[in-house]
C-alpha cells in the first residue's frame, strides 16, 4: 500500500467572493480577514481533519478552494 500524500488547502483568489462559510465549516484551517475573505493555515491538512477540510471545499459556493498536493510535490 502506498502511503497517504499531504494535502494543503489553497484558495483562488480571483474566484473567492468572501462569503466565509469555509470558516464556519473548518475554523481549525481556516479564518476570516477583516473582509471575509479566507485566510488559510500553512502547512499539511492534519489526517484527523481531512474530513472537515472536504466538506469545506466541497460546499464553497464560488468553487474557489481546494485540496493540492503541496508546492514542493507538484514541482517534481
Not at 19 to 47: K, N, Q, S, T
Amino acid at each position: 500500500m502506498s502511503p497517504r500524500r499531504s494535502l494543503v488547502l489553497a484558495v483562488d483568489p480571483i474566484a473567492c467572493q468572501g462569503h466565509g462559510g469555509c470558516a464556519e465549516l473548518f475554523p481549525e484551517g481556516i479564518r476570516l480577514d477583516d473582509w471575509g475573505y479566507p485566510i488559510l493555515r500553512p502547512g499539511p491538512v492534519p489526517d484527523e481533519l481531512m474530513a472537515h477540510a472536504r466538506w469545506a471545499v466541497s460546499n464553497c459556493p464560488a468553487l474557489a478552494l481546494r485540496l493540492e498536493a503541496p508546492a514542493a510535490e507538484r514541482r517534481r
